[in-house]
């Protein structure tokens, strides 16, 4: 018998976290998208720092990310956090 969180084990293991990110990357359109993927979601930096790098309104970023999340929700569908 599987243990519930045997999906949790396999998930967390770096190579795996490593293939979904690459193909959540190649999800996204533009190279924008994509650094705010990288920049606010994995390393985990504020969304006016983001802004202020791409020379942007924060309002656009906090947009962009929106629209991230829904490309990327996908990825989500079959294991819920």
Not at 62 to 66: T, W
């Given at each position: 018998m599987k243990?519930?969180?045997?999906?949790?084990?396999f998930a967390q293991s770096p190579f795996?976290?490593?293939?979904?990110?690459?193909?959540?990357?190649?999800?996204?359109?533009?190279?924008?998208e994509k650094f705010l993927f990288c920049y606010v979601?994995?390393?985990g930096n504020h969304q006016k720092d983001?802004?202020?790098i791409l020379g942007i309104h924060e309002t656009n970023v906090?947009?962009?990310?929106?629209n991230i999340r829904?490309?990327?929700?996908?990825y989500k569908k079959d294991y819920n956090m």
């Open positions: 243990k519930d969180n045997d999906y949790d084990l795996v976290l490593d293939l979904i990110v690459i193909r959540m990357l190649k999800t996204l359109d533009n190279p924008i979601f994995l390393l983001a802004a202020e906090s947009r962009r990310l929106k829904i490309k990327l929700s996908v």
